[in-house]
């Protein structure tokens, strides 16, 4: 079609960019089969690793002998920590300050651990041998229950710590002890509580699960001795991070470092950190001088790579009588496990905890976390959440619950008097956070409209009557749910990884044709990046989506990033995408005047092209733009068309939710059966409609597992229990419920497109939605709080507890 005649409109369509429900390009190969994992690559010549693990929760090793499986035919090699000392390799540094053993050092102290690395010709041979190396114990006692790790008592599990008074994170208050952090205003806040009408305090404990993502973790490495360069194929998060804590571990020079993430087939956290494997496969490499492939299987994902959670919060509330909270108070225990191996930004030992506040307008409030050393696998990763804000979500909103069932007051009601006004924004926290943007009581109010909230009331009054006379077997649960979320790590000022600041980064590069290759320092493990960034540059720089490839998990091309974790894809690289592309516009913009002899200020921008101010038929499209840049410029101007931004937020983006959950239970059974769920999100600008929806589905999909059955959870010996998908629940599409979504939109004021993080809010909202939902059935039966995972048998005890079988 002629350019001159086409409406704006149209030529807006053409280009797919923000706020078109654009289908995902990258879908293209993985529904043919054609992704590229790391198990893809096949190298050759190239060895295979395996992992002899502890049967024992808490042993001394009293020997290894690995003569046998080197004697089986195809065994190349085991490694143990012997062979890793000398290379100060037998331990590693973790995200949070801490050590972790590598391979386990004279003791194990989780079931599992990592022991020796076996290496052979092939994966079979690799299983067949790591049964041949004999590994004699002397059991010691086990800490299984965080709540026991101080005592005076205790069994030592860090002996390499023994002597450390202080840690990363101060002083230590235990041998098993890791950290203590406090935020608030204490004594400000013990006195609103010393006078307070109304007091709540309960226990919330968010139990121990896993990110579980189909794609277990898994690396190749691949040492060139001759070139002195080392190439890493791996399952990683955050591909430059790696590369970095690589050459600081190694000693390699980070420029010989390649560190390529492919494909990868889901993260939520549990592919953020270092891992024994990665670092076993590298050394194997070195060694051997021929690559080497790890690659977990299932039972190792769940039982030894990140857990995430295991948060035990004491929450108390302090209200007046009529509801207006007024402070908010929590003591954390939480169970890190053996190593402190959280992921989470640097000087954040307990990651967003403080957000804790909710969407809450309270005054005063104080938090303080207690890590402890358990005998259990370590992590504490962010499990399609923001560091802890999951923990913090759920702890506000089950004590909302619980204050309007003390109260007698409907919870909506409750919130709605709490609710930080729309006025209020930027909102200040009681915990120091600087709330961007919201209108919590709009989209409060527009879930109750649609799903009818006083008519489920009613009916959940009828049924409690009607249950109360034996008529019928069945409990309703009306849950409702309203989080605000932090995502978009973050001002480097505030957040850093390993001391690298926690910036993003986009460059983006125009071809004299007019397509654009673009590359990110983010990694998408299923987001749909290569769809949505090029829709950011689609709608700034006039180019069609479909024009554009967008390239991220390559270190040896991609600008440096910190990666794709925390909902921060979209606030920080996505930024970078939208500053990249105003750059390369602004450049456009002089060149557009040049073709058409006016000064730059004479013309403007529209949608794709430049055109003359008052004279819309005079225009240069970007296409013609592109082929200028190369070959007829200003005077003086260096050709080319392209740019790089390192973006460092201002702040953190703020996204919220409203959710309901209306649920029936059958008090014979503990059979709970989601009859509806209302999820309303809202992420600032949307870029794509489709996508944000997928990623609503799929956090729902996780919370609803999460909450009604998910977890790991280990007996008095320390044994893990739930670590194949025989126990731990992973829904498929016969269990999970049927999604309704829907929007409102408060864009950020700092972001450059106004967008905000959006993978994990249905996460953060869903689980504390499902929850309140069946602690809502059994409330009028005065059940106290009842702890997740909500699975059919737990829900029947309570019912039992309760004397419902009688
Ligand atoms: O960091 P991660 O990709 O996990 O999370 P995200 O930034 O929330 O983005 C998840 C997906 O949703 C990406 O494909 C985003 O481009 C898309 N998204 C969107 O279309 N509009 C938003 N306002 C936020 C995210």
Redesign the pocket.
Known sequence: MNEMIRTQAERAEVLQGMGCKRKRTEDIRFTQGRGNYVDDVKLPGMLFGDFVRSSHAHARIKSIDASKALALPGVKAVLTAADLKPLNLHYMPTLAGDVAAVLADEKVLFQNQEIAFVVAEDRYIAADAIELVDVEYEALPVVVDPFQAMAPDAPLLREDLKEKRVGPHGERKHYNHIFNWQVGDKPATDAVFANAEVVTKDLFTYHRTHPSPLETCQCVASMDKVKGELTIWGTFQAPHVVRTVVSLLSGIAEHKIHVIAPDIGGGFGNKVGVYPGYVCSVVASIVLGVPVKWVEDRMENLSTTSFARDYHMTTELAATKDGKILAMRIHVLADHGAFDACADPSKWPAGFMNICTGSYDIPVAHLEVDGVYTNKASGGVAYRCSFRVTEAVYAIERAIEVLAHRLGMDSVELRMKNFIRAEQFPYHSALGWEYDSGNYHFAMQKVMDAVGYSALRAEQKAIQEAFSRGETRQLMGVGVAFFTEI??AGPSRNCDILGVGMFDSAEIRIHPTGSIVARMG?K??G???E???A??IATELGIPADDITIEEGNTDTAPYGLG????????V??AATAVAARKIRAKAQMIAAHLLEVSEYDVEWDIDRFRVKGLPEKFKTMKEIAWAAYNNLPPGMEPGLEAVNYYDPPNMTY?FGAYVCVMDIDVDTGVAKTRRFYALDD???????M??EG?VHGGLTEAFAVSMGQEISYDAQGNVMGASFMDFFLPTAVETPKWETDFTVTPSPHHPIG???????PHVGGVPCFSNAVNDAFAFLEAGHIQMPHDAWRLWSVADRLGLHA
Do not use: D, L
């Open positions: 995502v978009g983010t998408s493990q987001q749909g990046h769809t949505t960034y829709q950011i794709t974790y925390g909902s921060r894809s979209t606030p690289a996505g996204p992420c600032g600008t949307r870029i794509n409609p996508i944000i990623q967008a905000k993080g959006v993978g994990e809010s």
